[in-house]
């Protein structure tokens, strides 16, 4: 595979040096991707870049995926408003052991072949790097006016808001470039990739290398993702769509690529899977010859969600999803965990009632119309239930003396009440 032609087709070079694709076919090439390490979970805005490291192992070629634990205390200016807080080493060391795990996902570490793909983290050769040295063998060699070219600088500088650049942020250029020339030197690693916005520190690092060592580095950038709205990708109402399950559960993590518009859907399925190009051309076709069935957005969900938390959870978010949309029993409902039943039903209007109510039996005229405010009155009520329209669990309820217990709590804590086919409340049992 020409790593350089497969993300072309996909839509993911936004930048790079002259003799990058000469270097690749050359010979098996070291490339590394720095990820910000100030959360122990990679969130989707990480997976372009982590994309981008996969292609180049299926390519041939060796991926370092870099845990910026010294960088991470500094803060990286690019595209941020404000100085970020610094972490100390132990959340550090946490958060790298679990971003592995997941990058352990899309890049095959404990292979024994050539390109298997290696860790690091840039504390280990930066923390006992003197201040006077760094200056020496770092700083004199790239000078303030190359450093204040940059548009991560120019744009801290000339801010409205005038928050200005501490001395910390303006070196991060020079420390980031200081790992490229480590892992140069060390890895024999030639190539550096990232997102558009890193091209000033990334170029600072080829620079360095030109400078010291007298030798050919590269750089490859992909373009900042973007909605099709213009909204900020990867941010929802409730925040970051996070890879860890217990930040973002599958289900919700599916429905996140289920609910792209058709563009994005268009866009993303090119970035963020390993189909082909024949494949995604046909799914395109097969969009716009029925774009009410979405058969773009549920491939997408379906491989991305696959790739991610594996395919029993991929199998276990669509069933939660048919809870809602679609024909399910009181069976399905019990299959879902916690997480998942409160994450298919989130702002559904909850009600609470003691669970020692329940021990006894509760009629459900009392339960939905006295004991909660499910229903207005009793009298609606009992017409609903007359008319077929009520069900509990997922399940009709015909009998207006229905005795709710226990039994028939969700989890053993939840209730789930349908109201015709869309209007849904639970009730709690605390």
């Not at 996909?10 to 040096?17: A, C, E, P, Q, Y």
């Not at 990820?35 to 372009?48: K, R």
């Not at 590269?218 to 990708?233: E, H, M, Q, S, V």
């Amino acid at each position: 595979m020409n790593f350089i032609e497969e993300l072309t087709w996909r839509g993911m070079i936004h930048d790079i040096t002259p003799g990058t694709e000469e270097q690749l076919q050359k010979e098996m090439t070291s490339a590394y991707v720095g990820i910000d390490p100030t959360a122990d979970s990679l969130h989707i805005g990480h997976l372009v870049s982590v994309m981008m490291l996969k292609h180049f192992q299926i390519a041939g070629h060796k991926p370092i995926a870099l845990v910026g634990g010294a960088t991470g205390m500094i803060g990286d200016p690019s595209g941020k408003s404000a100085e970020r807080n610094l972490l100390d080493e132990e959340t550090l060391r946490h958060n790298e052991a679990c971003l592995k795990k997941q990058l352990a996902k899309f890049l095959d570490f404990e292979s024994t072949a050539a390109n298997a793909a290696e860790l690091v983290n840039n504390y280990d050769w930066m923390k006992d790097f003197g201040f006077l040295e760094f200056i020496r063998d770092i700083g004199k060699h790239i000078t303030v006016n190359y450093m204040m070219a940059k548009d991560s600088v120019k744009k801290r500088l000339s801010d409205e808001a005038k928050t200005g650049l501490s001395f910390t942020e303006f070196t991060y250029q020079l420390v980031q470039g200081t790992d490229f020339l480590h892992l140069y030197r060390h890895k024999n690693c030639k190539l550096q990739m990232g997102g558009s916005d890193q091209w000033g520190n990334i170029t600072t690092g080829t620079e360095l290398i030109r400078r010291k060592e007298s030798g050919d580095a590269f750089a490859l950038t992909c373009p900042l993702i973007t909605k099709a709205d213009g909204g900020k990708f990867g941010k929802t109402e409730s925040g970051n769509v996070w890879l860890d399950p217990k930040l973002t559960t599958p289900y919700k993590f599916y429905q996140f690529w289920l609910n792209v518009s058709d563009i994005d859907a268009e866009k993303y399925i090119k970035i963020f899977t390993l189909l082909t190009s024949e494949e995604v051309a046909t799914l395109i076709r097969e969009q716009e010859a029925a774009p009410h069935l979405r058969p773009l957005q549920n491939r997408l969900a379906k491989e991305i969600t696959s790739m991610v938390h594996g395919e029993d959870e991929y199998d276990k978010a669509v069933e939660a999803s048919q809870i809602l949309f679609g024909k399910a029993t009181t069976e399905s409902l019990e299959k879902l965990d916690r997480e998942t039943f409160l994450s298919v039903f989130e702002g559904v209007p909850t009600y609470e009632i003691d669970r020692a109510k329940l021990i006894a039996g509760v009629p459900i005229i009392e339960l939905l119309a006295a004991e909660t405010a499910a229903f207005p009155s009793k009298g609606e009520l009992r017409r609903t239930i007359k008319g077929n329209g009520l069900s509990l669990n997922k399940t009709k309820v015909n009998e207006q003396d229905y005795l709710v217990t226990e039994a028939d709590l969700i989890n053993e804590a939840y209730l789930l009440i349908q109201k015709g086919k869309k209007n849904y409340t639970i009730i709690e049992a605390i």
